[in-house]
């Protein structure tokens, strides 16, 4: 009798295993590396000039090259400037920035693959973090900086997912980094959060009935 318990146990812990891995949904594996990872014919660059937007504020929007309509935010904790037309910098009112995120303003959109520049006068680090579809945080800690100027990363995704929203802040002093500037992106549909399929519910409440009759048959 124990063995048979034991083997029904075992098989309605699969079947709740099962549907729970049905019905959760896999996070992105999001990286950022150092560099213009994979070259730059994948994305398209950020410009201003012909997006008829405001070219100051705590929020400055941008839009792709190939799409005017796709808009990009960038957001600070202060006044923003966009110096230039084209893919031009963007820099505080003051002459430097602490803090900055990147999101596209329509929000069935995030980016796959996303590059920039920060020009930096000293020295330092800084922490950068994005957030997945799904609203997992990755962060990425004391990322060097080098004082002598163009500092280009490359955030992208191991597995096809895609990033909503990207943010920097600054663990060098306020003045020494300067703008950002030449920010690529690929852009891609985010892909709704998966809703259990019908099998994989029926499945886990296999699961559930399983272990309840276990319990109470061992009461």
Request: proline content about 3%; hydrophobic content about 45%.
């Amino acid at each position: 009798m124990s063995a048979i318990m034991n083997k029904n146990s075992i098989f309605a812990a699969a079947a709740l295993a099962c549907g729970l891995a049905f019905a959760t949904p896999a996070g992105a594996t999001l990286i950022l590396q150092s560099g213009l990872v994979g070259g730059s014919g994948d994305v398209d660059n950020v410009i201003f000039n012909a997006c008829g937007t405001a070219s100051s504020g705590m929020t400055v929007q941008g839009c792709l090259n190939t799409s005017h309509s796709t808009r990009v935010n960038f957001t600070s904790n202060e006044t923003l400037n966009v110096n230039g037309g084209g893919q031009a910098r963007i820099t505080a009112a003051d002459g430097s920035f602490n803090a900055i995120s990147i999101a596209l303003a329509d929000p069935t959109l995030g980016f796959d693959k996303l590059q920039f520049n920060l020009d930096a006068i000293a020295d330092g680090t800084a922490n950068f973090q994005a957030v997945d579809q799904f609203g997992t945080v990755f962060n990425f800690n004391n990322i060097a900086l080098d004082g002598n100027g163009q500092n280009f990363f490359t955030l992208g995704s191991l597995d096809g997912q895609v990033a909503v929203s990207f943010s920097l802040t600054s663990t060098v002093p306020i003045s020494n980094i300067s703008d950002l500037a030449q920010v690529r992106l690929g852009v891609a549909g985010i892909t709704p959060t998966p809703v259990p399929a019908p099998a994989g519910l029926a499945l886990m409440g296999l699961g559930l009935l399983g272990l309840g009759f276990m319990r109470r048959k061992s009461a």
